[in-house]
């Protein structure tokens, strides 16, 4: 099965131990990170959506046109864009791009956060919503004719997207969120599902949840799985990193005047992250969730640490239990995505052509 790893474009040159520096979109720095993952060997890279955030969709454009083989992963909330609107867009884009292009749905985020941007539904309701929105987002995408959608929040009367996307059947969609509300949706929709970094037992769980839901449609789904690499020469190097990116990022957090214990996120994947991080910060072979204890888990916040082997083994145990996407960032954004392209992507495609060569082996 082929391995896919997507790495992540920022707005500019931020993280949990990084406060931002340069204006709030650094189009340097966005051009500057994306041809590191063009170089490195990365499939795609994600550009992710926020209520106050640079607008996704607009920064992949720009990073697109000055790439070259990099796939780009946009995070879209739905609710916000008309979905006939949105389906055009990533359309249009997807031939300017020259099908590069997939969407990952955050259908969810907290209640505050979405009435940032004036949105007050329930969790409920938004993936209720959600549900229909990719019903008409397909259709718009792969309908050759006119089409009629009635639905609770949409009704749409004689729809149609004169531009179809490059990519056939249709765009990737990439689906988040660990809900009840969240799981049937992703079933339906989803041609990857996007976990965060959870330990084996939880990953375990959610596949086995997802791939009954999908099976109902009669689908099969890819799993993605997004985690925080730290790596060095040596193992004992790798966890005084660790442990000086967890310093780093209380020290951070204090002086902003942030949290760092007595968390309770209201989404279920951060609390899911939360629940194995109160199991300890050094889980299975090496996850890591030092970070994810002191931030409230907020995002994708648990890692893996060691040698760049160790770290290739590592999510080769994830490989074999159904992961065939690995979602890596670092703390130190540009300059990890360069190592992790020059030190653990070539390791982790290694092993995946190994493992994968045994059946075949093993029948001759």
């Known amino acids: 099965m082929p391995v896919e790893f997507i790495g992540f474009i920022g707005a500019n040159h931020s993280s949990e131990i990084h406060l931002p520096s340069g204006p709030v979109l650094d189009v340097d720095y966005v051009e500057k990170v994306a041809r590191a993952h063009d170089a490195g060997g990365f499939d795609r890279a994600l550009v992710a959506f926020g209520s106050t ?110 531009v179809k996307p490059l990519q056939r059947p249709h765009i990737p969609i990439y689906f988040g969120g660990s809900s009840d509300e969240a799981i049937p949706v992703a079933g339906k929709h989803a041609d990857i599902f996007a976990l965060w970094g959870e330990t084996q037992a939880q990953v375990r769980e959610t596949i086995a949840r997802v791939r009954a839901a999908a099976a109902r449609h009669g689908r099969q789904v890819r799993f993605s799985l997004s985690l925080r690499p730290v790596i060095a020469e040596t193992e004992e190097a790798a966890w005084a990193r660790a442990d000086d990116i967890v310093a780093r990022t209380v020290a951070l957090r204090e002086k902003a005047g942030l949290k760092t214990a007595g968390h309770a996120p209201p989404n279920v994947g951060a609390q899911r992250l939360l629940q194995a991080a109160a199991q300890g910060a050094r889980l299975d072979k090496r996850l890591w969730t030092g970070v994810a204890a002191v931030t409230g888990a907020s995002g994708n916040s648990t890692g893996l640490v060691g040698t760049p082997g160790q770290v290739a083994e590592a999510l080769l145990d994830y490989y074999d239990l159904g992961v065939s996407t690995f979602l890596i960032r670092g703390f130190d954004p540009l300059d990890d995505a360069i190592g992790y392209g020059r030190d653990l992507i070539p390791r982790v495609r290694e092993l995946v052509a190994q493992r994968d060569a045994q059946p075949a082996q093993a029948a001759g």
């Open 53 to 162: 955030s640079p607008e996704s969709l607009l920064i992949v454009a720009h990073a697109a046109s000055v790439t070259e083989k990099l796939g780009f992963m946009i995070a879209h909330r739905p609710g916000f864009t008309a979905p006939t609107i949105a389906a055009r867009q990533l359309a249009t884009l997807d031939h300017f791009s020259k099908g590069r292009i997939a969407v990952h749905i955050i259908t969810g985020g907290s209640d505050e956060e979405m009435a940032k941007d004036g949105d007050h539904t329930s969790k409920a309701e938004r993936y209720a919503r959600t549900d229909e929105y990719l019903d008409i987002v397909r259709q718009e995408w792969t309908s050759a004719k006119p089409f009629d959608y009635k639905g609770h929040y949409y009704d749409v009367v004689q729809g149609f997207g004169a």
